[in-house]
């Protein structure tokens, strides 16, 4: 079955930075849409940043475009989401997600597959 598992959360101060994995298996992802989300304390989940697998075409929220990076390893069938410059309103559970669709969507329903999602804390 499809599994998707993030790392690389924890603690940083603003300012700072961290890379956060998804570890993609059970299929091959080469038509997928992969994208991470992040839900914030008694907020909704939102969408932060989306990449096409097989073109790496990608899309970001405009809450953190110049600053995350969206990326894949195809031979480590793992994504990253380089997180630079990170301010307090970053802080919040990180899901990695994935579409079985040729279209990068920012809504949550078209996400067949989901992560367990990692803890991103930002200090002041």
């Known amino acids: 079955q499809v599994q998707l598992v993030e790392s690389g959360g924890g603690l940083v101060q603003a300012g700072g930075s961290l890379r956060l994995s998804c570890a993609a298996s059970?299929?091959?992802?080469?038509?997928?849409?992969m994208a991470w989300f992040r839900q914030g304390s008694g907020k909704e989940r939102e969408f932060v940043a989306a990449?096409?697998?097989?073109?790496?075409?990608?899309y970001y929220a405009e809450s953190v475009k110049g600053r995350f990076t969206i990326s894949r390893d195809n031979a480590k069938n793992t994504v990253y989401l380089q997180m630079n410059s990170l301010k307090p309103e970053d802080t919040a559970v990180y899901y990695c997600?994935?579409?079985?669709?040729?279209?990068?969507?920012?809504?949550?329903?078209?996400?067949?597959?989901w992560g367990q999602g990692t803890q991103v804390t930002v200090s002041s």
């Open positions: 997600a994935a579409d079985e669709g040729m279209i990068i969507n920012t809504a949550i329903r078209p996400y067949d597959y």
């Open positions: 059970g299929r091959t992802f080469s038509n997928y849409v």
């Open positions: 990449i096409r697998w097989t073109v790496g075409h990608t």
